[in-house]
């Protein structure tokens, strides 16, 4: 009995490290494939496709004309950086609906250039624009704001406007986009 007692242990135990060998090696052997194939599709790659720097993808990425023979978007390395100017202080707006109630609205803004001296010119005419951006917007319908729609309209009407403002005192618009940075409908 000794010996059936030892025999079910060695073969139990053969069959516990039987099965974990058994599930280790797949592993193992996955993880070396995978390992494998990250450090040789780059050249594979590169000798299907040629470098990067070459095809049809080159063109886009490099602000090059289309097939069309228009000129594509320049990409964002080509630009000087972005520069934000806050127009403080933050708007507060009311609006008086038709049932007699008021609500109001709490708008933060700023414009985005890639110019020092556009920044310097905001801060310099920044009275006539929140002026005009105040009558714009209390021209709005206050319910047309709380959709992503108005509130994107909203957003390219002030744009126009700012560079209206901009092309009129300095006679250059300079701003290319005004991003709110907090909207607050109460």
């Known amino acids: 009995m000794a010996d059936d007692a030892e025999a079910t242990d060695e073969k139990g135990g053969e069959e516990k490290s039987g099965g974990l060998l058994g599930k280790l090696v797949p592993a193992v052997g996955i ?12 050249p594979i790659t590169t000798a299907v496709y040629g470098p990067p720097s070459c095809g ?3 063109d886009a990425e490099e602000g090059g004309e289309g097939e069309d023979g228009e000129e594509e978007e320049v990409i964002a390395a080509d630009l000087p950086p972005a520069l934000y100017q806050p127009l403080d202080p933050p ?5 008086e609906l038709e049932d007699g109630s008021t609500r109001f609205l709490q708008l933060s803004l700023q414009a985005m250039t890639r110019e020092q001296a556009t920044i310097d010119n905001l801060k ?11 009558f714009l917007i209390a ?3 206050y319910k047309s704001l709380a959709t992503v729609t108005g509130k994107e309209q909203l957003r390219a009407e002030l744009l126009a406007e700012a560079k209206a403002v901009m092309k009129k005192n300095t006679g250059k618009e300079g701003v290319e986009d005004i991003y709110f940075t907090s909207f607050v409908m109460q």
């Open 31 to 42: 993880f070396v494939l995978v390992l494998v194939a990250q450090v040789v599709a780059p």
């Open 56 to 58: 049809p993808m080159a």
């Open 91 to 95: 708007m507060v707006i009311n609006f």
């Open 124 to 134: 310099a005419h920044l009275p006539a624009i929140r002026n005009n951006f105040l």
């Open 139 to 141: 021209n709005r319908e």
